[in-house]
């Protein structure tokens, strides 16, 4: 009965529209103006809780993520705050430990219940606790626009004892939804204390919102942050936004950005061919670079997030196909890796790989692997990119020491810790070196 109740559930909700043969569920169970049944809802709800908590949290999950995506808004949110907050408030009087409890502080802050906030502020901020779990705590106290969440912002984010490297990346994607007006300065306030893999995802963050992107743009104009910093792609999307004073602030600062690739790229790709041939490299430093540089779209040998290609067997069957792949990625891509730019109704602009697409949400896969939801009535634009999601001008952000030490990685077919790794087969030209400076 339990996993047919969590069935009906999830596509009143329409987490399972895409499934065939249950349309027929939410013609039965959703309202005449096609918002979700509140009353089927909640009582499936009652049935789970009160008999299978493996049910009940994924049930729960499922309605916060709705809620965060704005799929489920409106009337039918309205109606859905008090019902839940009378029915899982009472989870709350428990013992931490519990099986629900964390699945319901999350489900009431969320909606916006002062408790659950309270709860997560000191979750965030508790080294103790999971990394998942403070991740989660970040996330929905930024959806919730916690003003209290800004005054643990430094340290959450650049604080090396707060947590790992991905942890905090993590913590940077998930604010991508406030639409808080100070927090582009707080980010940049503590951006040259970001570690290099980080700073990266800090751009990235502060390209989604036109407020943040001025701000971005006028420390560039000061010096404060190179303008290496902001890749081709980003300068692009800024450049096309419909917000006046931002787009004059890029042209004013990079002139007018290509929309399509550049066939100047060849020469590009010659001058690096160039320095290869010149200079040795050191995989172990470029298994650096790249985790620092790629990693965030791509994996190799196991290792990255799953964005973009898994490039450990596809896109180096030679040392020139590496070249151009890595040098000038629009020449070719894929019909799956064209990248979507989504701008939604509330001023975000948002750049990814289209993971799904149907009339309830537009789902894009983004840089760092995040899955970004947007809910098909927030979209008022969604284009295809003629350049690929992998932006040129990688040689603007890497020295030369960097460029021949990252191609000395990726030319091994294994990774460099690996005694047996050989180099891919080159053309004419000879491969980088892979011994140490």
């Known amino acids: 009965m339990i996993p047919f109740a969590r069935l009906l559930f999830c596509t009143i909700l329409g987490g399972l529209a895409f499934l065939p043969g249950i349309a027929l569920y939410p013609a039965a169970c959703r309202a005449a103006d096609d918002s979700p049944d509140i009353d089927t809802l909640v009582s499936l709800l009652e049935l789970v809780l009160d008999a299978d908590s493996d049910s009940a949290r994924k049930c729960l999950g499922l309605v916060a993520d709705k809620v965060q995506s704005r799929e489920l808004a409106g009337k039918s949110l309205e109606a859905l705050r008090p019902r ?28 916006g219940n002062p408790r659950g906030l309270t709860i997560l502020r000191a979750t965030a901020v508790d080294f103790q606790q999971s990394d998942d779990a403070r991740q989660r705590a970040v996330e929905t106290l930024a959806f919730a626009g916690d003003r209290k969440l800004l005054e643990s912002l430094p340290q959450l984010l650049v604080d090396r004892s707060s947590g790992s490297v991905e942890l905090r990346a993590a913590f940077l994607a998930a604010l991508s939804r406030w639409d808080e007006p100070r927090l582009g300065a707080i980010v940049l306030a503590q951006y040259a204390k970001l570690e290099q893999e980080l700073q990266p995802r800090a751009i990235e963050l502060l390209t989604q919102r036109p407020v943040w992107a001025k701000e971005l743009l006028q420390a560039v104009g000061r010096k404060e942050i190179p303008t290496s910093a902001i890749n081709a792609n980003q300068i692009a999307r800024l450049q096309s936004s419909r917000d006046a004073e931002l787009a004059a602030l890029v042209l004013r600062q990079w002139g007018t950005v290509r929309t399509e ?116 009535d927030d979209v008022e634009e969604l284009r295809v990119s003629q350049l690929s999601m992998m932006p040129e001008g990688l040689e603007t952000q890497l020295n030369p020491d960097e460029m021949v030490d990252l191609f000395a990685f990726l030319v091994l077919d294994k990774p460099p810790i690996d005694p047996s790794a050989r180099r891919i087969p080159t053309s004419q030209e000879a491969a980088p070196s892979s011994s140490s400076r």
């Open 84 to 111: 839940l907050d009378k029915l899982l408030s009472p989870i709350l009087d428990g013992k931490a430990d519990q099986p629900l409890y964390a699945d319901a502080v999350a489900t009431l802050a969320t909606l």
């Open 261 to 376: 690739r550049n066939p100047a790229r060849e020469k590009v790709i010659a001058d690096v061919r160039r320095l290869l041939t010149e200079k040795s490299g050191d995989p172990h430093q470029g298994h650096k670079v790249f985790t620092r540089v790629c990693g965030q779209c791509h994996k190799i040998h196991g290792t990255g997030q799953d964005v973009g290609p898994d490039i450990t067997l596809n896109g180096r069957s030679s040392f020139e196909q590496l070249l151009s792949n890595v040098l000038d990625p629009s020449l070719v891509i894929g019909a799956s890796y064209q990248a979507r730019t989504v701008v939604t109704s509330d001023g975000r602009v948002l750049t990814g790989l289209l993971s799904e697409d149907n009339a309830q949400r537009v789902v894009l896969k983004m840089q760092g692997g995040k899955l970004e939801t947007v809910a098909r």
